[in-house]
């Protein structure tokens, strides 16, 4: 079992900037792959970015240049680093972990989310 938290989330204005965390606990050492979906009002959600325990990193087009997702495996938390900030960058942000061993079948767990909030 994984339990994962977000924070960071708020209201900021456009071309601003907001650092989210997603603090996990529980199986730590069997997750692999971590990343953060994002769902804006009357939208499916959507990959942000992953990372892998190694620190590869990927990004959604949309994102690419104005976000950076990290890690740190000392600290069992990760971060999405949000500048430059777009008003349809408005969503409600998941943590998401993926897990290399299960011992119960399921891999993959989400956080509550937090809400991300760009408006003048």
């Known amino acids: 079992q994984v339990q994962l938290v977000e924070s960071g989330g708020g209201l900021v204005q456009p071309g601003g900037s907001l650092r989210l965390s997603c603090a996990a606990s529980?199986?730590?050492?069997?997750?692999?792959?971590m990343g953060w979906y994002r769902q804006a009002p009357g939208k499916q959600r959507e990959l942000v970015a992953t990372?892998?325990?190694?620190?590869?990193?990927n990004y959604a087009d949309s994102v690419k240049g104005r976000f950076t997702i990290s890690r740190d495996n000392a600290k069992n938390t990760m971060y999405l680093q949000m500048n430059m900030l777009k008003p349809e960058d408005t969503a409600v942000y998941y943590c998401?972990?993926?897990?290399?061993?299960?011992?119960?079948?399921?891999?993959?767990?989400w956080g509550q989310g937090t809400l991300v909030t760009v408006s003048s």
């Open positions: 998401h972990a993926f897990l290399t061993y299960s011992t119960d079948g399921r891999r993959d767990y």
């Open positions: 529980g199986n730590i050492f069997s997750i692999n792959i």
């Open positions: 990372i892998t325990r190694g620190g590869d990193a």
